[in-house]
C-alpha cells in the first residue's frame, strides 16, 4: 500500500481525540490491519428472477464509510449480504487490496445483520466468548468488548432475559469481540435508545479512525461522515 | 386372444392399471399444457410483456460521492483480488 | 481454542441446555420401543427375534426427531449467516455440526439401547454388539440427516418432509445393523462382513455428506 | 445441445416433433400389445402369466432410466447451470415417480400367481419401492419450496444423493435377501430368456420409452410456460403498484 493512507491517519487521529467520548479509549487498543481497501465493480443481484440492482459500483480507502439509503425492498440487505460472501454476485466483481491473497473478502467482514445472532440459553459473555474463538480473535479484548455497549453487569445472565435493546447491543458488541477491518451494519440502531446510538456513531467513527471500512445501512441520521452514499430504488417510469 | 389361462384375471388387471395410470398421467401433462398455453396468451392479449422487452421498471443505482479523494490513486489501483461472480 | 473445537463445544453445550434437547430424544427412543410389544404381544421368543430391528427403527426415528436441531436453529436467529463468515469452509461447517448431532443424540441412543433390549429379551451376550454396531451406524445416520435438514431448511412442515427425503437413504444402514446382530443371535454366518459394510457407509458418509449440506446450506442462505 | 439451451427454440422443437412421436407411441403399442398377446408363446414354467412382463420390466426400465435423466440434469442444474436443466429434472420426477408406481403394480399383479401372495420383499421389488420412495421425496421437496431457482437446486442436491446412494441401497437389498430367503427368487431376467420372448419385450420397451419422451417434452413444455405466466402476473402487479393501486 501506498503510503499516503499512513499519513491520512496520522492527520485524522488528533482531530479525533480532541472531541473525547466514553468509546474512544475502549476502540484505542484494538490493533486492526488498517490498510484494507474494498471496491466494488458493477455488480448486481438477482433475487426470485428479479433483478433488484445493477451496475453498482464504489471504491473505499482505508478509513472510509459508505451509507446505503433506499426505500423497503430495494436490495439495501442483499448488498449487504453479497459483500459478506452470503449472496452470490448476478454479476461484476468485489475486490480487496491490503489483505493477504488466501483471506477471502467474507473474513475480512464482520456482519450484524437484522437478527442478531444471540443464543438465548448462553449468558451474554459466553455469547461473545463464542464469536471471539470461532471467528479466531483474541480473546483477552472480551473485557472491552462487553463494555463497548455497556453490558459489562451483565456478562453472566441469560441472553434470553435481555431486552431487545440490550440484545442489539449484544450483537453489536461482536464487532469488538471478534474485530476485523470491514464492518458491515445492516441497521445497526433499531431498537436502540438515543445514548446507545451515540455510542454507536462514536464506534463507526473510531473504526474509521483506526483505518477500519464501514458500510451501513440506516434510517437514523450518524454524525460519522460517509465519504460515499448508494441510494438503492426503482425509478418510477413507465 | 389366446387362453389367457386360470390367472387371466391378473394379467389383464396388470396391462389395465399400467393403461389407466400411463393414460391419466399423460391426460394430466396434455391438460396442464394446454392450460398454460391458453393464459400465457390471455396475458399477452392484454398486452403485458417480459421485461427483457418492455423494461417498465429500470433498478437504479444513484451513487454520490461525499467527500472527494485522490481520484487518479483509486483509478491506478486494481484490486489484487477479485471475486468472480458465482451464477 | 479452535474456531472448529469452538463450534463442536457450543453445539454440544446448547443441545445440553435448550429445553433438554437430549432428554427428549433418550425418552421418545423409550416410548416408541416400550409400545411395541402391545402391538405385538408379549411372547418374549418373538420379541427377541425382532428386538435388534425395533432398536434400530426406534433409533432412527428418534435421532430424525432431533435432526432439524442441526441447522433450523442457527438458520432462524442468523447465527448461521455469521458462521458463513468465519474461518471454516462450509462444508467443514455442516461436519462439525453433524458431528455435535452424533456425540448429543448417536452417542446416548446407542448407549441406552441395550436398557431397551432388556425390555425386548434381547440375549445378554448380544449385547456388546448391539452397541458397536450402533457406534458404527449412527455417524451415517447424523451426517445423512444433516443432508435433509440443509435442503429442508427453513420450510413449512419440514420435520415430516425431512423424514420423507431421509428414511430412504437410511435403508442400508439398518440392514446391515440389523443384520450384523442377528447374525450373532441366530447365524447364518458371521456378523463381521455386514459390520464392515455399516462403517464403510459410515465413513463414505462422513467423507461425502458434508459437501451435499454445505451445497444445500448455500442454497438456504441466498 | 446449443439450440436447446434457448427456451424459445426449445418450445419450437417440441411443437414439431410432438405429433409424430405420438403417432410413433401408437405404432410401436399396437405391434407391442399384438406380439406380447398373440405372438408370444406362454413361458413353460410361468404359463400365460410370462405375459405381465411385457409391462412390468418396460415399466421397471424407464423408472430406473427417469431417475438418471434427473441425475443428469441435476449436474446440468450444479455445475453447467444449463438453463433448462431444472424444468428437465422438474418435469421427469412425476413421470418417473407414475413408472415406478405401475412397475411396483405390475410386479404384485405378477406375484400373486407366481408366489401365491402379492407382496414379496424380493430384492427388486424392494429396490422398486425404496426408489418410489425417492421419487416422492423429489416431488415433495419441489413444491416445499416456492423459489424455483432454491427449489431446482436443493432437488439437483437430493438427486445425486440419492443417485449415489441407490446402487448402495440396491446391493444392500440384494444382500439382505439372500440373506433370508435364498436361491427362492424367481429369475427371469437374464440372458436365459427365449428369443421369443424377448421381441415383445423390447418393441414394449420402446413404446414405454417414447411415451416418456414425449410426456417429458410436453411437462417441460407445460413448466417453461408456467414460469413465463408467473412472471408476466410479476409484471402486472408492478403495474398495478406503480400506477398507484
Redo the contacts between chains.
Keep these: 500500500m501506498?503510503l499516503?493512507h499512513r499519513d491520512n491517519d496520522a492527520k485524522r487521529r488528533p482531530a479525533s481525540l480532541s472531541k473525547p467520548h466514553p468509546c474512544l479509549k475502549l476502540a484505542e487498543p484494538m490493533q486492526m490491519p488498517s490498510e484494507i481497501?474494498l471496491?466494488a465493480?458493477d455488480?448486481a443481484c438477482?433475487?426470485?428472477?428479479?433483478?433488484?440492482?445493477?451496475?453498482?459500483?464504489?471504491?473505499l480507502?482505508p478509513g472510509?464509510a459508505l451509507l446505503i439509503s433506499g426505500p423497503n425492498g430495494a436490495?439495501k440487505t442483499s448488498l449487504l449480504?453479497q459483500i459478506?460472501?452470503?449472496?452470490?454476485?448476478?454479476?461484476?466483481?468485489?475486490?480487496?487490496?491490503g489483505?493477504d491473497?488466501d483471506t477471502?473478502?467474507?473474513?475480512l467482514?464482520?456482519?450484524v445483520?437484522?437478527?442478531?445472532?444471540?443464543?438465548t440459553?448462553?449468558s451474554v459473555g459466553e455469547n461473545l466468548a463464542?464469536?471471539a474463538?470461532?471467528?479466531?480473535a483474541d480473546e483477552n479484548a472480551l473485557p472491552q468488548a462487553l463494555a463497548a455497549f455497556g453490558l459489562t453487569p451483565l456478562a453472566d445472565l441469560p441472553a434470553g432475559l435481555l431486552s431487545a435493546g440490550q440484545r442489539r447491543k449484544l450483537a453489536l458488541s461482536?464487532l469488538f469481540a471478534a474485530p476485523r477491518p470491514v464492518w458491515l451494519l445492516d441497521e445497526p440502531s433499531v431498537a436502540l435508545d438515543t445514548v446507545s446510538v451515540e455510542l454507536l456513531d462514536a464506534a463507526i467513527r473510531n473504526h474509521l479512525t483506526a483505518g477500519g471500512i464501514a458500510i451501513v445501512s440506516t434510517h437514523v441520521p450518524l454524525k460519522t461522515?460517509?465519504?460515499?452514499?448508494?441510494?438503492?430504488?426503482?425509478?418510477?417510469?413507465? | 386372444m389366446p387362453d389367457l389361462g386360470p390367472h387371466a384375471a391378473f394379467i389383464i388387471g396388470a396391462y389395465a392399471i399400467a393403461f389407466v395410470v400411463l393414460g391419466m398421467l399423460t391426460l394430466i401433462t396434455v391438460v396442464n399444457d394446454r392450460k398454460q398455453a391458453r393464459m400465457l396468451i390471455e396475458l399477452e392479449r392484454k398486452g403485458i410483456r417480459r421485461r427483457s422487452t418492455a423494461k417498465p421498471l429500470t433498478p437504479s443505482v444513484k451513487t454520490k460521492i461525499i467527500k472527494s479523494k485522490p481520484a487518479r490513486a483509486a483509478a491506478k489501483r486494481k484490486p489484487t483480488r477479485v471475486r468472480k461472480p458465482r451464477t | 481454542m479452535s474456531p472448529a473445537v469452538a463450534l463442536l463445544v457450543r453445539d454440544v453445550k446448547l443441545a445440553w441446555r435448550e429445553g433438554g434437547a437430549i432428554g427428549v430424544v433418550l425418552g421418545f427412543y423409550l416410548v416408541v420401543v416400550a409400545i411395541m410389544p402391545f402391538g405385538l404381544g408379549p411372547d418374549l421368543n418373538l420379541l427377541a427375534r425382532i428386538a435388534p430391528g425395533m432398536l434400530w427403527v426406534a433409533l432412527l426415528l428418534a435421532a430424525l426427531l432431533s435432526a432439524d436441531r442441526i441447522f433450523h436453529n442457527d438458520y432462524e436467529d442468523g447465527t448461521l449467516d455469521v458462521l458463513a463468515t468465519g474461518p471454516l469452509p462450509l462444508p467443514l461447517l455442516a461436519a462439525i455440526k453433524s458431528l455435535a448431532h452424533w456425540l448429543t443424540t448417536g452417542v446416548p441412543l446407542a448407549l441406552m439401547a441395550p436398557v431397551l433390549g432388556l425390555l425386548l429379551n434381547l440375549p445378554l451376550d448380544a449385547m456388546p454388539l448391539l452397541v458397536a454396531t450402533m457406534f458404527a451406524g449412527t455417524p451415517a445416520v447424523s451426517f445423512i440427516a444433516a443432508i435433509g435438514a440443509s435442503l429442508t431448511l427453513g420450510l413449512r412442515r419440514s420435520g415430516l418432509l425431512l423424514a420423507l427425503l431421509v428414511l430412504p437413504l437410511y435403508v442400508p444402514v439398518l440392514i446391515f445393523g440389523v443384520s450384523t446382530v442377528s447374525m450373532n443371535i441366530v447365524g447364518p454366518g458371521s456378523p463381521w462382513p455386514p459390520f464392515l459394510m455399516l462403517t464403510a457407509i459410515s465413513l463414505a458418509s462422513i467423507v461425502l455428506a458434508p459437501l451435499a449440506a454445505a451445497a444445500a446450506l448455500r442454497t438456504a442462505m441466498r | 445441445m446449443i439450440s436447446l439451451a434457448n427456451p424459445t427454440r426449445f418450445l419450437n422443437l417440441v411443437g414439431a416433433v410432438v405429433p409424430w412421436l405420438a403417432a410413433l407411441i401408437v405404432i410401436l403399442l399396437g405391434t407391442g400389445l399384438y406380439l406380447a398377446f398373440f405372438v408370444s408363446p406362454p413361458d413353460y414354467q410361468q404359463g400365460e402369466t410370462v405375459r405381465i412382463m411385457y409391462v412390468h420390466v418396460p415399466a421397471a426400465w424407464l423408472a430406473m432410466g427417469c431417475f438418471l435423466v434427473i441425475a443428469i440434469a441435476a449436474l446440468g442444474t450444479l455445475i453447467w447451470r444449463h438453463p433448462l436443466a431444472d424444468v428437465a429434472a422438474k418435469a421427469a420426477a412425476p413421470i418417473g415417480a407414475c413408472f415406478t408406481f405401475v412397475a411396483l403394480v405390475t410386479g404384485s399383479l405378477w406375484g400373486k400367481p407366481m408366489w401365491g401372495t402379492y407382496w414379496v420383499w424380493d430384492a427388486r421389488l424392494t429396490s422398486m419401492l425404496v426408489l418410489f420412495l425417492l421419487y416422492l421425496g423429489l416431488i415433495a421437496l419441489w413444491q416445499a419450496i416456492e423459489e424455483p431457482g432454491r427449489a431446482g437446486r436443493a432437488a439437483a442436491i437430493l438427486a445425486l444423493v440419492g443417485a449415489i446412494n441407490i446402487p448402495i441401497i440396491k446391493f444392500s437389498v440384494n444382500w439382505w435377501n439372500t440373506l433370508h430367503q435364498p436361491a427362492s427368487v424367481l429369475r427371469v431376467d437374464g440372458p436365459s430368456i427365449d428369443p421369443a420372448l424377448l421381441t415383445p419385450l423390447f418393441v414394449m420397451g420402446a413404446a414405454f420409452a417414447a411415451l416418456f419422451v414425449l410426456l417429458h417434452l410436453l411437462a417441460m413444455r407445460t413448466e417453461i410456460l408456467r414460469r413465463r405466466v408467473r412472471a408476466l402476473q410479476q409484471t402486472q402487479v408492478e403495474h398495478a403498484v406503480l400506477a398507484g393501486a
Excluded at chain 1, 477471502?104 to 473474513?107: D, F, G, H, L, Y
Excluded at chain 1, 474463538?133 to 479466531?136: I, K
Design positions: 501506498p499516503r481497501a471496491a465493480h455488480i438477482q433475487r426470485g428472477g428479479r433483478t433488484l440492482f445493477e451496475g453498482l459500483s464504489f471504491d480507502e472510509e436490495g449480504r459478506a460472501g452470503l449472496l452470490p454476485l448476478a454479476a461484476g466483481r468485489l475486490g480487496v487490496t489483505a491473497n477471502p473478502v467474507s473474513e467482514c464482520q456482519y445483520g437484522h437478527l442478531n445472532a444471540i443464543k440459553s448462553f463464542f464469536w474463538e470461532f471467528l479466531d461482536r461522515k460517509f465519504s460515499q452514499e448508494i441510494t438503492l430504488g426503482q425509478e418510477r417510469s413507465i
